[in-house]
């Protein structure tokens, strides 16, 4: 089950890489987040699975596939002058492969044991408990960071010497108004 | 084994209720309009929903010589997919505890001597749903991006955009009874208004009731929220470039989810399979009282599934600008202050 799921996620990560058209990318990391979301239930943490699906595949990537479909992109052509970006990716990339490794040897090592799946991490009781009891400051900073990132973003989009909505809106009135008085004018003539 | 065919009958009673559902929307239709609906295929028209599907068979399946051919076969398989994913948590009727089904032939029912009429017992059941049935808007989205029509694509984004609003409103509707609950497993939801009728969520969370009722209106793309599929804008919508079992699949997938929504009003606000008064005819946990209990969540559905029919009938469609503003400006704050209310509620009554 475990090597299915996993080799599902590997070939929609390779797929998303490989393609050009940014819709079939975004396609392919939904595939990787929904086979991801299966492993999590096989480990018997059902709250983050569940979470996982509502938030990435759910909200965040619909809202990448709305705004990939309204820009409706060509395929982009390959880029020649970041060459040595390639030599960078491909370092970054043996890293991880490195430390990759690195756990699956770790995660070897350590004696395997029975775990009661009622009281696994990904219990909705036990992430409810850890996160409102032993890490709340955390939870409320981030709370905090992502209000700032809120307020940036409505910030952004109103431009601070955009003339208020309702002002243009009344002055559009004026001369609507300003040219059927005119018209009336000349129909009387 | 048994499992197996406990998920076979449970699958195939749905698909006939969904199928049946088409039917009686048009009669319902017919009767809203004056006329008399589908009265030719079998008596009253009852066969109707077969001839459909045979017609969708049969019929030649077009495709555009423009779509994006994977993503076009693709999205309706999404669809559906989404849509009958949530089955397997409906709790179709109460545990049946007092059988020992070793009787069953083949040694399939050695050792089951407690029969919960659920498929999966899932920990975060109202979860799984509220995500199941988010990434069922892929569906839609890609159906509308892939068919190479500007009448699609207009619909496929109207219906993103629309479900991801009131998604929010709707989950926000949500936490108020997986307050009072404690819990989120649907069968634990139901356990906790199963004392009688006045303990029912609709009571004390009436608001959370409406706001989730519109927004799943909402979410299924149905009058007055169907702009998506506005016949008078935009042809069919996203699925106008579909044709014979592609578009059955679609249109299978919007009744399934009707459904669906019917089953998530049933168990979070109305007590799912419990009946008021049966404890006291039936033995619990006995068949009689299980199937006693199942028609009565079947009818609390199907209030609902006509509700849809008749809200059809009557009210008119959304303009966009419209359903946005009522989206965020109306529902999602009456949902917030809800959240908020049962939130201060609760508190004092536990302290």
Request: hydrophobic share 55%; net charge negative.
């Amino acid at each position: 089950m475990f090597y299915l799921l996993a080799g599902f996620a590997i070939a929609c990560a390779i797929s998303l890489v490989i393609h050009r058209n940014p819709l079939y990318s975004a396609i392919s990391l939904v595939g990787v987040f929904l086979s991801l979301s299966c492993i999590y239930f096989t480990l018997a943490a059902p709250f983050i699975a569940a979470v996982q699906v509502l938030i990435y595949a759910g909200a965040i990537m619909v809202l990448v596939v709305f705004v990939i479909m309204l820009l409706n992109l060509d395929d982009d052509k390959p880029q020649t002058r970041l060459r040595y970006l390639y030599a960078v990716g491909g370092a970054l990339g043996l890293a991880l492969l490195a430390q990759t490794f690195f756990i699956f040897y770790a995660v070897m090592r350590t004696p395997q044991e029975e775990v009661n799946t009622e009281q696994t991490v990904g219990n909705t009781i036990s992430i409810g408990r850890a996160m409102y009891t032993e890490y709340l400051l955390p939870v409320e900073i981030v709370g905090v960071m992502l209000l700032m990132a809120i307020v940036g973003a409505v910030v952004l989009v109103r431009k601070l010497n955009q003339p208020q909505l309702e002002l243009v809106v009344e002055e559009e009135l004026e001369r609507r108004h300003e040219e059927e008085e005119i018209d009336d004018y000349r129909i009387a003539l | 084994m048994f499992y197996l065919a406990v998920i076979t009958a449970a699958f195939i009673g749905v698909l006939l209720i969904v199928a049946y559902t088409v039917l009686a929307e048009r009669k319902v239709l017919g009767w809203i309009q004056g006329r008399l609906g589908p009265n030719r295929v079998g008596p009253w028209g009852l066969l109707q929903p077969f001839a459909d599907l045979l017609k969708f068979i049969l019929k030649e399946d077009l495709v555009p010589d423009k779509s994006t051919k994977f993503v076009y076969f693709l999205a309706p398989v999404v669809a559906i997919t989404c849509a009958l994913m949530p089955m397997v948590l409906y709790p179709f009727g109460p545990p049946i505890t007092t059988i020992d089904w070793g009787f069953v032939p083949l040694g399939l029912g050695e050792g089951i001597t407690q029969l919960p009429l659920t498929i999966a017992q899932i920990d975060v059941g109202v979860l799984f749903v509220l995500g199941i049935t988010s990434v069922g808007v892929y569906g839609i989205a890609l159906a509308g991006w892939s068919s190479n029509s500007k009448y699609s694509l207009m619909g496929g984004l109207r219906s993103s955009a629309q479900m991801i609003s009131y998604e929010l409103a709707m989950g926000a509707s949500i936490i108020g009874v997986v307050m009072l609950a404690g819990t989120l497993d649907l069968n634990g939801i139901i356990n906790a208004q199963a004392a009688s009728p006045f303990k029912w969520f609709i009571i004390p969370q009436f608001i959370g009731f409406v706001v989730f009722l519109i927004a799943a209106f909402a979410e299924t793309n149905r009058v007055p929220f169907d702009l998506p599929e506005a016949e008078t804008e935009l042809v069919a919508g996203f699925h106008t470039e579909y044709s014979a079992l592609k578009f059955a699949l679609f249109f299978m997938a919007e009744y399934v989810n009707m459904f669906t929504v019917s089953v998530m009003v049933t168990v979070l606000f109305l007590g799912g399979w419990y009946t008021p008064g049966l404890g006291r005819i039936f033995e619990v946990g006995s068949v009689p009282f299980a199937i006693a209990s199942h028609v009565g969540f079947l009818g609390k559905i199907c209030l609902f599934l006509f509700l849809y029919i008749w809200i059809r009938g009557t009210l008119p469609r959304f303009r966009f600008d419209q359903l946005m503003n009522f989206g965020w400006k109306f529902l999602l704050p009456v949902a917030l202050a809800n959240v908020i209310l049962t939130i201060v509620i609760v508190y004092f009554l536990n302290t």
